[in-house]
């Protein structure tokens, strides 16, 4: 690594390093299975939040629970406080983690996640409850700009898709897990209505612990490092990991694919980075934009009120919805599982594209079966399960599509800022619509509301057919360079 800066620390200057190069032609090792535990498994930790809070919203609204709190206010109100601290948060943490780095944020946030879920836990009255989901989503909507930002940096191109998108379809298996849990919690022959509930969030809490632990050991992104002024930090950190790796592997690694000259930045302004994803890359913001709204109000809206459909269709007991939602989300998490390496191998736009029309379909026939009065709260079930198999690889693709498409500087704002646009359109909007169309125990409202879900989703697919980057198997700095860069002594302005 060679720079024109004769200072250490994060002095700036122009340097010319093969960070990104080396990287990218690592073998998949211990070190990649750490990075994915420490930093992966904190979605398990926010499908379990959200689901015990769906599952438990018809107990909470029982007399004895404890909250003077009505089903409606969990499943909408509460939700949409959720969903809007998280852009919130997104937004504001994206914004840090730019500046200061992946690692210090992915640190506090979780730590802000976790905090305000302990105080949820102590909830006695409504107002407290709001507060306390709001701030939760707060610390969740940071998590995603800083979390998403430094895997794809860690994470060699030859993988990094399908990563990606099992590590965000992980969510699930919280979900799961919340969905198993809330059975328990709600049974009132093991804790009385009061105190089941709040176990639930203080278990979470526990797992969130636990993970802060293994996360102390994932490091910071090299490449935030040399672009930040701290190129001797990054060649050292990636050094190490090298020498680890072929230690391991017992062989040596062969030589990177090329190096990359940049003027090394301590921050970028909001302008700048307005500039560069609306002034350089419309077409891919159109993009960013319509995967996020159709996935947002697909998930925020109907998997919201998944156990009040349950309910108030089908008659199904309070205390049992957590097993049908487990199996829904067994479906959610099999799809990246299952068809994440396609991402890597068929390609991006064909997948985007594919698994977003081709769940909007399937959701419209389930609307269809559904206003016949031809499905039961089994084959619901079942129907949903197919439909989420292939839109939560479509929603979590979103995720993996917005941080890689926009230069190195903007990575974390361009997530937390899509994120937050598309989940306010979707996620807000759509709990507060979707709770008044299925507590009215019309057939009619909750058809509608699937309907939309569905054009959505195949709305923002044939966006993603014309619009989608082949961004599949390519270094992050091929597919945008960085804003930084230098060609000829000058900097780079290429579109």
């Excluded at 060699?156 to 399908?162: A, C, K």
């Excluded at 996620?427 to 939309?452: C, H, K, N, R």
């Amino acid at each position: 690594m060679r720079t024109t800066s004769t200072s250490t620390g994060t002095a700036t200057g122009t340097v010319t390093t093969a960070v990104p190069a080396r990287l990218d032609r690592l073998p998949w090792s211990r070190w990649h299975w750490m990075i994915v535990i420490g930093l992966g498994t904190v979605w398990i930790l926010d499908g379990l939040e959200v689901t015990i809070v769906g599952n438990v919203a018809g107990r909470l609204a029982e007399e004895g629970s404890g909250l003077d709190i009505t089903a409606t206010q969990v499943t909408g109100v509460a939700a949409a406080l959720y969903v809007a601290g998280a852009c919130s948060g997104a937004l504001f943490f994206g914004w840090l983690t730019d500046r200061y780095g992946r690692k210090k944020l992915f640190m506090i946030t979780l730590a802000v996640y976790l905090g305000a879920t302990a105080m949820t836990a102590l909830s006695f009255e409504s107002w407290w409850f709001f507060l306390f989901r709001f701030l939760t989503g707060f610390g969740i909507g940071g998590e995603y700009a800083a979390i998403n930002s430094a895997i794809d940096e860690l994470i060699p191109s030859l993988y990094r898709g399908r990563v990606d998108l099992i590590i965000n379809g992980s969510y699930w298996l919280g979900a799961i897990g919340g969905a198993l849990l809330s059975i328990v919690m709600l049974d009132t022959d093991i804790f009385p209505k009061d105190l089941g509930w709040r176990l639930a969030f203080a278990l979470g809490v526990v797992l969130g612990l636990v993970i802060l632990l293994v996360r102390r050991h994932v490091p910071e992104s090299p490449r935030w490092q040399f672009i930040h002024g701290r190129s001797e930090e990054a060649e050292e950190l990636v050094t190490s990991v090298e020498r680890e790796i072929e230690k391991e592997k017992g062989t040596e690694l062969p030589p990177p694919a090329g190096e990359i000259t940049i003027e090394q930045r301590k921050s970028i302004g909001f302008g700048t980075i307005a500039r560069t994803v609306f002034g350089r890359y419309p077409r891919r913001a159109v993009l960013g934009l319509s995967l996020f709204i159709g996935q947002a109000f697909l998930y925020n809206a109907i998997t919201f009120g998944f156990g009040t459909i349950l309910i108030t269709f089908f008659d199904v007991p309070t205390g049992s919805t957590g097993y049908y939602f487990a199996v829904i989300a067994a479906g959610n998490f099999l799809g990246p599982l299952l068809l994440g390496r396609l991402f890597d191998t068929i390609g991006r736009r064909i997948m985007i594209a594919g698994t977003y029309v081709l769940s909007g379909l399937l959701l419209f026939g389930t609307a269809w079966l559904f206003d016949r009065g031809s499905l039961s709260a089994a084959t619901l079930t079942a129907c949903w399960c197919v439909v989420l198999f292939f839109a939560s690889t479509g929603a979590s693709s979103a995720y993996l599509t917005v941080s890689e498409i926009f230069p190195m500087e903007t990575r974390a704002m361009a997530i937390a800022f899509f994120y937050a646009l598309g989940t306010a359109a979707g996620g807000i909007s759509g709990p507060l619509v979707f709770a008044e169309l299925t507590e009215s125990g019309v057939v009619g409202d909750t058809v509608l509301a699937f309907q939309i879900g569905a054009a959505l989703m195949c709305a923002a697919g044939i966006v993603a057919a014309f619009l989608a980057v082949n961004a599949e198997r390519r270094s992050l700095e091929d597919i945008a360079e960085p804003l930084s860069a230098v060609r000829d002594g000058k900097e780079s302005t290429r579109d």
